[in-house]
């Protein structure tokens, strides 16, 4: 070795000692590795993202690291020792953002996640002789990201989430299938404008606008259209949510349809009440429970008495002396209270021009 070579050497020791110093301090964890992977050193973060104390027990090199730590990606797969991202920097290749599981090879649970990077450095003729990996600890982002995903898919409140830059279903969870008929397959990837959540929206004007800006979108009526080719009416409403680091929507729904389908039974029930009461060949009147007010008549009761609807319409049934006895309605009223009804009570109807009809009268 020359006085020139020697003169190199001690600056690259300079040099080294000085990025030492710099990185140690640092959160995230550095190894530097040399060549033929020789493990040179590693700051205290690196360490305690393997559980060991001092850089000897990471192995010494690439090829010992391998055996001290058994590494995966998170799908599950073990990684061959010339995967290893060491291995991979010490043969010169440059990486970002690789997620690996590390796991001590004496346990069998994995331990950490980390998210690695790499750097190869030169010297001054170009050649590769120092190595560099940058490693951070996302063990928590992941586990918070795991909860986040059970309790997304055991929700049982139906949901799907939308990623923002382009507007296509990334989430869609078990409650949004059931409500819908969709398949998972049918509904990830496809586009908001595809499977249209804010169909026939309430304010639809709101939530093309809060969903460009990214914010919230408040609740409202919409229908969503169904593989079958029905419709659906929900509560859709929008919360923004940051998913694997990208701007998203997450949409959650409130199945409507039985509400509607109950509403349509109700009326449609309604429909076949009226029909009845106006057809009946019977008189039948429809009063308050207090204060006996005529709330309604049929046509029947208009032939018996000659009354119109609009004459008898709110009016007290005493004030209209619509009885003989007058002590009658009383008498209804008493045995209304002590059981569900009563039936063929003989009583005269006073008629619009003052006379009688005897009738029997039955109540409920």
């Known amino acids: 070795m020359d006085k020139s070579d020697l003169v190199t050497l001690r600056a690259r020791s300079v040099d080294l000692g000085r990025l030492r110093q710099i990185i140690a301090g640092l959160s995230v964890g550095v ?21 060991v104390e001092a850089v000897e027990e990471l192995g010494g090199n690439a090829a010992a690291y391998a055996k001290r730590f058994q590494l995966r990606y998170r799908n599950n797969h073990i990684l061959a020792p010339t995967d290893y991202p060491l291995a991979r920097v010490v043969a010169g290749e440059e990486f970002t953002e690789v997620i690996v599981e590390m796991t001590p090879a004496s346990d069998g649970e994995a331990r950490w996640l980390h998210q690695v990077r790499s750097l190869v450095l030169a010297d001054e003729k170009g050649k590769p002789d120092l190595f560099v990996l940058v490693m951070q600890d996302v063990s928590l982002r992941f586990e918070a990201e795991q909860r986040f995903e059970q309790t997304f898919n055991v929700n049982p409140a139906p949901a799907v989430i939308c990623r923002l830059a382009d507007h296509r279903y990334v989430k869609v969870n078990q409650g949004f299938l059931d409500m819908t008929g969709f398949i998972r397959d049918e509904v990830l990837g496809r586009s908001l404008y595809d499977i249209d959540v804010f169909q026939d929206a309430a ?55 039985p509400r509607r389908q109950a509403e349509n039974q109700l009326r449609a029930s309604e429909e076949r009440f009226v029909k009845t009461f106006r057809l009946a ?13 005529l709330c309604d008549i049929n046509d029947a009761f208009r032939q018996l008495t000659d009354y119109t609807g609009d004459e008898v319409t709110n009016q007290c049934m005493a004030k209209l002396k619509l009885w003989e006895p007058a002590s009658f309605l009383k008498e209804a009223e008493e045995l209304l209270s002590e059981r569900s009804g009563f039936r063929g009570r003989d009583a005269r109807v006073r008629t619009k021009d003052g006379g009688f009809v005897v009738c029997l009268v039955s109540g409920e």
Not at 281 to 293: A, E, R, S
């Open 31 to 51: 190894i530097l590795a040399g060549e033929r992977g020789k493990i040179l050193w590693a700051n205290d973060a690196a360490l305690r993202m393997h559980g």
């Open 203 to 257: 304010d639809l004007d709101t939530a093309k606008e809060r969903l460009r800006e990214g914010r919230t979108i408040p609740q409202m009526q919409a229908d969503i259209s169904l593989p079958d080719g029905g419709r659906k009416l929900v509560i859709v409403a929008g919360q923004p949510i940051e998913l694997d680091e990208q701007p998203c929507m997450l949409f959650s729904f409130a199945d409507l349809e």
């Open 281 to 293: 060949p019977i008189g039948m009147v429809i009063t308050t429970q207090n204060g006996h007010l």
